[in-house]
């Protein structure tokens, strides 16, 4: 039983991190995509 419950427990671990990870991604995406504009803007002028 004991073995069973910390198969499981790994598991959600393991799993909670991955989503932290994708969570994290797409943190930094928007915001390298708004420096990006930011710069784009700035080049352009207004």
Request: aromatic share 6%; net charge positive; glycine share 10%.
């Amino acid at each position: 039983m004991l073995g069973q419950v910390k198969a499981w427990a790994g598991a959600y671990v393991a799993q909670d991190g991955q989503i932290a990870k994708a969570n994290g991604r797409t943190a930094d995406t928007i915001y390298i995509v708004r420096q990006c504009e930011d710069m784009a803007n700035a080049a352009r002028g207004k």
